[in-house]
């Protein structure tokens, strides 16, 4: 099985800040992620596939990359609405997992 | 507009059975990959089963193996989640998601369902 190691778990920053959020995954598997947001008593929202691409209607400001195993999450200037938990996801092959999750507070 | 909206979660006896639905529309329901996702109070998210469009392949966690069934009716636009042996640990809210991929496979979700609550207790 894929582990994805996500951290840091929270993370204090103010709006405007530049926020970056890392998983690291036991073994390669190429550009097969996602990046999910997750606000309280709300369901989970696809912000980025494959790695780095946006998910249509998503904020240009949310970005991603990739670098053998670990992938990162920037977010560049952030805003009110980002104050959020964010899980990265291993999309390679079952049983599919996510990282532990990052709060933004 | 595509939605999804799972029903039948409630409190139930450890070793017990329940049902979840998650009825869709908006979307060609039987050209879609679709997934449980559930979540435990205060943790983060764990991905249960998924099933291909036509139902012909299923995939699950091996916590639930052998005791969750996912299934799927396309006439009826309906994804289902047949739980049983139930454990306190399985107390949580169950999502259903969508696949990204029409006729393909991305194993990302694109929509959710608002969930619905699963507790297991005495």
């Known amino acids: 099985d894929i582990q994805m190691t996500q951290f840091p778990s929270s993370v204090s920053a103010s709006v405007g800040d530049r926020v970056t959020i890392t998983c690291r995954a036991s073994q390669e598997f190429g550009r097969w992620s996602a990046w999910y947001q997750q606000k309280p008593g709300k369901a989970p929202k696809l912000l980025i596939y494959a790695a780095s691409t946006l998910q249509s209607g998503v904020p240009s400001r949310f970005s991603a990359s990739a670098s053998g195993t670990h992938f990162t999450l920037t977010i560049s200037s952030l805003q009110p609405e980002d104050f959020a938990t964010y899980y990265c996801q291993q999309a390679k092959s079952f049983p599919l997992t996510f990282g532990g999750g990052t709060k933004v507070e | 507009e595509v939605q999804l909206v799972e029903s039948g979660g409630g409190l139930v006896q450890p070793g017990g059975s329940l049902r979840l639905s998650c009825a869709a529309s908006g979307f060609t329901f039987g050209r879609f990959w679709m997934t449980w996702v559930r979540q435990a109070p205060g943790k983060g998210l764990e991905w249960v089963a998924s099933?291909?469009?036509?139902?012909?392949?299923?995939y699950y966690a091996d916590s639930v193996e052998g005791r969750f069934t996912i299934s799927r009716d396309n006439a009826k636009n309906s994804l289902y989640l047949q739980m049983n042996s139930l454990r306190v640990e399985d107390t949580a809210v169950y999502y259903c998601?969508?696949?990204?991929?029409?006729?393909?496979?991305?194993?990302?979700?694109?929509?959710w369902g608002q969930g619905t609550m699963v507790s297991v207790s005495s």
């Open positions: 998601a969508r696949d990204r991929g029409e006729e393909e496979l991305w194993l990302v979700w694109d929509y």
């Open positions: 099933i291909k469009q036509d139902g012909s392949e299923t």
